[in-house]
Each structure stands twice: as structure tokens, then as C-alpha cells.
């Protein structure tokens, strides 16, 4: 399984993007990148996923470069409710092997 | 559509009591179970995962345990608690099948507190 590596935390304001970078340097070719969402006491919830280039839904885009060696999430105008830990996951989302793991997210503490 | 749940919600249990978590899956067939803790302000450790009836994988040793009697239903045990295993419990689901990706559902957690 490929390890992920993201900064432990970061501060925004209201209003602005932001961008949140996870390194997967030995990232496999069947292997997917996936990104949650997590508040306090809560299981975390599935924000976006993708395998290359960009991806975009309601919440967020994806950017995933030609090397797939390492991803980026950005929210667009976070609010205070933003405020949360993200996880990057990779994994070959095969049901045989089964295994994920998370690495240590990203505290993203937004202020007003 | 599917659905997951998990009890108990919380817990408190003296050191060397039993301890049994539950949680089942409604809505889908054969998929992939998972139980993970996070200690306080931590990330998420994965403890076991499933692919199947009987099939169990152990991501750490000691004294937790889990099973699957059915399709949809995955149990956590321990025959003895730790103060250690305090900490927020989740039981996951996946669709079986590489279309899902690593896109996983957990349930609503428990809380379990070892006095």
C-alpha cells in the first residue's frame, strides 16, 4: 500500500482556498486517491476521489499530476464549518486485498 | 439505499471486563467490513477488515478481536480491556468490486471509555 504523507496542520480565514497537498511517492498504477472529511466525533465522509488529472464535484477539485506522485485537494471559499482533519487515502480499491489504511490527516482550522 | 449501524454509542467498562461492539450493514451484499479506533486527537488506526463470511484480517495483536458470523454483521471483542483501548471506535463498509474504489461509509462510532 502506498504511504501517504500530508502537512500535520494549517490555518485559512473565511473566504479564501484552500489548497491541501498529499504525497504518494510510491503510489501503484491500479491505485486510486481518495480524500475525507473529518469532524470531532464523527466517522469521517468521503469528499472526492480520482485516479488522474482533475476531478471536481460540489465541495471540491482534485488535482492529481502526470506522475500520480502526489495530489491536491481544494476547497474553494471555506467557511468556519470547514474546519475539520482531512485524510488522502491510496489504494487499489480492490475488494480482494481489502486494506485501508489511513495516514495522519490534515488539521485545517479555519478562522473568521 | 444502504445503511450502517453501530452500538453500543458509548461505553464505560473497568479494566479487564469484556467488551463486545457491534455493527451491521443493510442494503448491500458481501462487502468489505473494516473496524478502526482513534485515540484522542489521533489519526485512525485500522484494527481489523473483512472481505467475506469467516474472513478476518488482524492489523494489530493484543487483545481485541473480531468476527463476522454473518454477511453484514461484524463484531468487536476483547475478552479482557486495556486502559489503552479507550478511544472512538468505527465500522466501515465498502461495495465489493474495484468500481468503488477506496470509497468507504462508516458508521456513527462509538465512544468507549476504560476506567
Not at chain 1, 20 to 25: A, G, Y
Request: glycine share 8%; net charge neutral.
Amino acid at each position: 500500500l502506498a504511504k501517504t504523507t500530508q502537512p500535520i496542520s494549517m490555518d485559512s480565514y473565511e473566504g479564501q482556498e484552500v489548497n491541501i497537498t498529499c504525497s504518494h511517492n510510491n503510489i501503484a498504477t491500479n491505485d486510486y486517491i481518495t480524500w475525507y472529511q473529518q469532524f470531532p466525533s464523527q466517522g469521517p465522509r468521503f469528499i472526492i476521489q480520482g485516479y488522474k488529472t482533475k476531478v471536481t464535484n460540489e465541495v471540491a477539485s482534485l488535482f492529481i499530476p502526470a506522475d500520480r506522485k502526489s495530489s491536491t485537494l481544494s476547497l474553494p471559499r471555506v467557511s468556519l464549518s470547514d474546519t475539520a482533519v482531512y485524510y488522502c487515502l491510496v489504494g487499489d480499491g480492490s475488494s480482494n486485498t481489502g486494506k485501508l489504511i489511513f495516514g495522519q490527516g490534515t488539521t485545517l482550522q479555519v478562522k473568521p | 439505499s444502504q445503511t450502517i449501524h453501530q452500538w453500543p454509542a458509548t461505553l464505560v467498562q473497568p479494566v479487564g471486563s469484556p467488551l463486545s461492539l457491534e455493527c451491521t450493514v443493510e442494503g448491500t451484499s458481501n462487502p468489505n467490513l473494516y473496524w478502526y479506533r482513534q485515540a484522542a486527537g489521533r489519526g485512525l488506526q485500522l484494527l481489523f477488515y473483512s472481505v467475506g463470511i469467516g474472513q478476518i484480517s488482524s492489523e494489530v495483536p493484543q487483545n481485541l478481536s473480531a468476527s463476522r458470523p454473518q454477511d453484514r454483521q461484524f463484531i468487536l471483542s476483547s475478552k479482557k480491556l486495556l486502559l489503552s483501548d479507550s478511544g472512538f471506535y468505527l465500522c466501515a463498509w465498502r461495495e465489493p468490486g474495484r468500481s468503488s474504489g477506496n470509497t468507504i461509509y462508516f458508521g456513527e462510532g462509538s465512544w468507549l471509555t476504560v476506567v
